[in-house]
């Protein structure tokens, strides 16, 4: 009974994480979308969010079709896009941040033309890059004792 309910509890937060992620990524490319002449201080913005916000969008669906396919030659491929656009993205992601980060503050002012990056558009971009630090900072430690433990296990328990 115990682990029929951890387990129901591990796929609800499942479900909730991807739910989030979607609405996050979503709204990274909507914005960059709508806002994408409004940030004149640092043009590459709403590109940064509307190429991150895609990638994860791609990340996401072929981690789902990852998992319906069995070992084989169209898994492997899955695999190999998946390492491709993670790379790409954490790289993507860091140049981001230089763009995000180097006009710190800007004017929300639009008659400032030259200086000026429309509200919505910075703050989201902001927010979002702090978040990421963030999650990576949590998930660094959870993934080092998954693996400490993975190791104990393994190694005590045939």
Do not use: D
């Amino acid at each position: 009974m115990e682990t029929e309910e951890r387990t129901a509890g591990h796929k609800s937060f499942i479900v909730l994480m991807n739910l989030i992620a979607w609405m996050v990524l979503i709204t990274a490319v909507g914005l960059g979308a709508i806002h994408f002449n409004e940030c004149p201080v640092q043009s590459y913005i709403p590109i940064y969010l509307i190429i991150i916000g895609g990638c994860g969008l791609i990340l996401l669906m072929l981690a789902y079709w990852n998992n319906t396919l069995h070992e084989g030659f169209w898994k492997q491929i899955c695999i190999l896009c998946i390492l491709c656009i993670v790379v790409f993205s954490i790289i993507w992601f860091l140049t981001g941040t230089v763009w995000v980060y180097s006009i710190y503050p800007p004017s929300f002012n639009s008659s400032a033309v030259r200086h000026y990056c429309q509200r919505s558009l910075y703050l989201f971009a902001f927010w979002f890059n702090i978040l990421c630090f963030l999650c990576v900072l949590v998930l660094i430690p959870c993934c080092i004792c998954y693996f400490l433990y993975e190791c104990v296990r393994t190694a005590y328990c045939p």
